[in-house]
């Protein structure tokens, strides 16, 4: 029987984004029939394998992508997204390949269904890009989205602190008004695309905030002040308002979370 670490570390090193959203499917069908045991003692590569496209650019070096109202603003925005979607895939798999072992099978059962999540999001944006005349690797994406998982290498605690309770929180503060821009210049199909990947990010986020309670709790921490403390220490930025607090309360993460220390 193969193991959960060495499927994770496969999905990893696979570059071929299409290939890499197959494999992430992959390991969540051999997962599900029990194919894999549980154990992650293969080590997780310090870097993804990814494709020579799309270029990766430093964030003071993207080109404004404008208001979206565009087909062009829209497919420079159906890009971004589809990066940080494939980003997310890796980013689940090392979550469950490097700290599954730490926790139970359910641990390992919610970061699969997540990572078949991002799969399938990569897939339907990718699709959309295409309808439009464009696909994944036409135009520079972000350099700086791995740098979360770099910095949260050595510990699950800081890992679901920043990756799902700061940054997919993120995602469900914006998403809304993304949504509305898509429907606003008659875009339908995309807002609906977003508007799923949305619902889908809300359990996401729940994930991640319960099972760092757990971890909290297994290690004898108070949850809100340990989340501070790491994000403090882990997060190379700022919590900026505004705030999804409804979505932030359905995933979790309420208020006394993030509310005092924003900027």
Same mark, same amino acid.
């Given at each position: ?11 990893? @090193?696979?570059? $071929? ?7 992430a499917r992959?390991?969540?069908r ?10 992650? $003692? ?9 494709p020579?496209?799309?270029? @990766? @650019? ?10 979206? =109202?565009?087909?062009? =603003? ?6 971004? @997204?589809?990066?940080?979607? !494939?980003?997310?895939? $890796?980013l ?6 490097? !700290? ?23 897939a339907?944006?990718? *699709? *959309? ?43 469900? $503060? ?8 898509f429907?606003?210049? =008659? ?6 695309i ?8 809300? *359990? ?7 099972? !760092? =309670? ?6 004898? !921490? ?29 995933a ?12």
């Amino acid at each position: 029987m193969s193991t959960l670490g060495d499927a994770a570390r496969a999905v990893l @090193l696979t570059p $071929d984004p299409h290939e890499k959203r197959r494999a992430a499917r992959g390991l969540a069908r051999a997962w599900r029939r029990g194919d894999l045991e549980h154990r992650c $003692d293969t080590p997780m590569p310090d870097r993804p394998a990814w494709p020579a496209a799309p270029e @990766l @650019l430093p964030p003071n070096a993207m080109p404004r992508r404008g208001k979206g =109202g565009s087909a062009r =603003g829209r497919i420079a925005l159906l890009h971004a @997204l589809a990066h940080i979607e !494939f980003v997310a895939i $890796d980013l689940a798999v090392d979550l469950i390949g490097r !700290f599954g072992a730490e926790f139970p099978r359910a641990f390992v059962d919610d970061w699969i269904a997540v990572a078949a999540d991002e799969a399938m999001h990569f897939a339907l944006l990718d *699709r *959309r890009l295409r309808q439009f005349g464009s696909f994944y690797g036409d135009l520079p994406a972000h350099a700086g989205l791995w740098e979360s998982a770099e910095v949260t290498a050595d510990d699950a605690l800081a890992r679901l602190a920043i990756v799902p309770m700061v940054l997919e929180a993120r995602g469900l $503060d914006v998403t809304p008004s993304t949504v509305a821009r898509f429907r606003a210049v =008659g875009d339908e199909t995309s807002a609906k695309i977003l508007s799923r990947i949305y619902n889908d990010e809300i *359990r996401h986020v729940r994930a991640g905030t319960d099972w !760092f =309670g757990w971890k909290c709790d297994e290690r004898g !921490f108070n949850v809100v002040e340990t989340w501070h403390a790491l994000v403090k220490s882990r997060f190379r930025g700022a919590l900026k308002p505004p705030f999804n607090d409804s979505a932030r309360h359905d995933a979790g993460l309420t208020q006394e979370f993030y509310a005092v220390i924003a900027s």
